[in-house]
């Protein structure tokens, strides 16, 4: 079955602790993304990946780090997490190679920050 | 970069009423409009898109037009039925900048 594994499904933590949202794809997906929700402002990209070694900043990277050392697993690094950072995030990887179309979603991460 | 301003907010239909929402778009470059679909606690799902050299696709009971020179395009579903209420986003992209409405939340009263 076709996925997009994220993990964990929720997380709290408090300010400045570092964590790290993991996101498998097992669909040989070259693109890959992250994108914040927040009531009233939609999805908002993070950082994208357009294959393994390649990523670049999205909309609100401010905070975030991310890595492609694999196709399959692009996972979401906050180094010093602050409350502005509480939100429920979503990878996402595209059924279309090299584009960002036709995103295929995971079941999302709702992440708070004390 | 690309700007997408997306109405309404919130639209309530009565069952088997038909429901418009309507966003544009500020980047002539643009080229590629999907709209997904949230149920509430799921993942967005794409239920269709369009690309610019396209002015209007249809999918069963939902449409979507494109109108490239006054930048906006528009969802349509007809014959609504309770499980459509969900919130729909829009989204435009030009090359890897795509950029999401804010959603509208559709609740279809039986």
């Known amino acids: 079955e076709a996925q997009v594994t994220q993990n964990p499904r929720y997380l709290i933590t408090v300010t400045g602790k570092k964590l790290t949202v993991t996101c498998s794809q097992n669909?040989?997906?070259?693109?890959m993304s992250w994108y914040r929700q927040d009531p009233g402002l939609g999805l908002r990209q993070i950082y994208y990946?357009?294959?393994?070694?390649?990523?670049d900043k999205g909309d609100v990277p401010e905070g975030y780090k991310v890595s492609r050392k694999e196709k399959r697993n692009f996972p979401l690094i906050l180094e010093s997490p602050s409350p502005n950072q509480t939100s429920l995030y979503f990878c996402?990887?595209?059924?279309?190679?090299?584009?960002?179309?036709?995103?295929?979603f995971g079941s999302g991460t709702q992440l708070s920050v004390l | 970069g690309e700007n997408v301003e997306q109405h309404p907010s919130t639209l309530s239909v009565q069952e088997g009423d038909s429901a418009v929402i309507k966003c544009t778009y500020s980047?002539?470059?643009?080229?590629?409009f999907p709209w997904y679909k949230q149920e509430l606690g799921k993942r967005p799902q794409l239920i269709i898109d369009i690309r610019s050299n396209v002015g209007e696709k249809k999918d069963q009971r939902i449409a979507v037009t494109l109108n490239k020179t006054a930048k906006h395009f528009s969802l349509h579903i007809t014959e609504t039925q309770p499980e459509d209420s969900a919130v729909y986003f829009c989204a435009a992209s030009s090359e890897n900048d795509m950029r999401f409405g804010a959603g509208t939340r559709l609740t279809v009263k039986p």
């Open positions: 980047d002539s470059a643009s080229n590629y």
């Open positions: 669909m040989n997906h070259e693109y």
């Open positions: 990946s357009m294959n393994v070694e390649v990523t």
């Open positions: 996402a990887s595209s059924l279309m190679a090299a584009t960002n179309e036709k995103l295929f």
